[in-house]
């Protein structure tokens, strides 16, 4: 019978607790020994864009979209029509949001 | 524990299988050429292979507890007793950094303040992205058998992708994205930042096993699953 990966876990318990208690002892040492010495770099978000015939993407955004539309169209090709539109419709919810915020930040700027 | 297997039989039982790996192949090299790029080798490896370990150890977990199996793939690896496709590792973590990367776009555009509170405005945007593109992905990869959940699982599923997947998406997603961040913007040395999201491993991944569980629970107790 199934079990779900919890389960599966609390049944091999005596496999994943010493892994687990060796890197909790390792990560605090990490942590209490080591001086802190870098300072952290501000992001800047700009960099992450390329120009594609006159338009600005978001390369992050691009790759999304790319793995959108290929399994969008495997869905399509495989002949599961109405799962595929529903969860095409779902998926591009990033990219609408993404859109808005967009344009919201860019009003923002103009003013 | 620990075996590779080279499966003879390419794409057995699947439809449009060497699509999809050709998929995860290509963004996965995009985003590591990119990262590394960008933001350097040791920065590539705290956002990459952390990911990769837990992923191989929760897959490895999830396919030796019964639930799921990936038939037809090349390159197999288990560490717990259940084979996991080596593209499926990779594709957890081109996962991780596309959507941590997103979440992180989309929310310094509205909160600026670099504080811990937009770390986890971040990391439940990065959650939420990878469960909206699985809802497209999960049915078609069920339904063209890239990997198949067992017909005998109970409660509520989404074509027949259990909704328990949904959530452990977003909470692997969600707390891989905290532990990612704040290990990256700490004041700590590059070398220690790397060894950190190695160790801290067990910390996160004790995290998602005690929070996964009770929201397993949870839905057991309201007859859900």
Partial sequence: MEKTVVQFILENIFLFLPIGLVGIVSTLILMLISKKENIPRSETME????????????????????????????????????????????????????????????????? | MFFIEINQNFAEQTRFLAFFIGLIAIVWLFLVYYSNKKYGTKKTVIYFLPIIIATLII????????????????????????GVPLIIILAWSANLFLFLNLGRHVISKIYQKRNKFQIILISALAGLFGVCLDLLEDPIAHYNNWWIWEGTLEGIKFFEVPILNFIGWFVLIFFMSIATLLIERSRYSENRKILLSLSSLSIT????????????????????S
């Fill in chain 2, 205 to 224: 991944g004790t995290t998602i096993f005690v929070v996964h569980g009770l929201i397993v629970k949870l839905f057991e107790l309201a007859g859900l």
């Fill in chain 1, 47 to 111: 960099s992450n864009y390329i120009t594609i015939y006159h338009v600005r993407f978001n390369i992050y955004f691009l790759v999304y979209l790319f793995i959108w539309i290929i399994i969008l169209l495997i869905g399509l090709f495989s002949n599961f029509i109405i799962p595929t539109i529903i969860g095409g419709i779902i998926a591009i919810i990033p990219f609408i949001v993404f859109i808005i915020i967009e344009y919201k930040t860019k009003n923002v700027k103009v003013r």
């Fill in chain 2, 59 to 82: 897959e490895s977990a999830g396919v030796a507890s019964g639930r799921y199996y990936y038939p037809g793939y090349i390159i197999y690896l288990s560490v717990v007793g259940g």
